[in-house]
Nanobody, 116 residues
Framework: QVQLVESGGGLVQPGGSLRLSCAASGFTFSTYGMRWYRQAPGKERELVAT????????DYVDSVKGRFTISRDNAENTVYLQMNTLKPEDTAMYYC?????????WGRGTQVTVSS
């Protein structure tokens, strides 16, 4: 079955960096686009970054442009989110997501906390 497992979250000071990973299994990873979302307490889930199946096309929400980079390794069935210059407002649970045959799959998320 389809599985998405996020890792790499943690506590980091403002201005710091983290690299999130999402390990995928149960489907042909290289065929599907992937997305990172985040959800802060009391807020709706927000799309952060998107990457096409071959990694050639990426897109970001305005608030992370220039700071976050989404990438993927189709040989390792993994999608990454490199987060630099982190701000307290980046604090959230981060989820990876894919859409396969009209069904949405989510991981369980990894917590990112940006605080001094």
């Amino acid at each position: 079955q389809v599985q998405l497992v996020e890792s790499g979250g943690g506590l980091v000071q403002p201005g710091g960096s983290l690299r999130l990973s999402c390990a995928a299994s149960g489907f042909t990873f290289s065929t599907y686009g992937m997305r990172w979302y985040r959800q802060a307490p009391g807020k709706e889930r927000e799309l952060v970054a998107t990457i096409s199946s071959n990694g050639a096309t990426t897109d970001y929400v305005d608030s992370v442009k220039g700071r976050f980079t989404i990438s993927r390794d189709n040989a390792e069935n993994t999608v990454y989110l490199q987060m630099n210059t982190l701000k307290p407002e980046d604090t959230a649970m981060y989820y990876c997501r894919t859409l396969i045959l009209f069904k949405v799959y989510w991981g369980r998320g990894t917590q990112v906390t940006v605080s001094s």
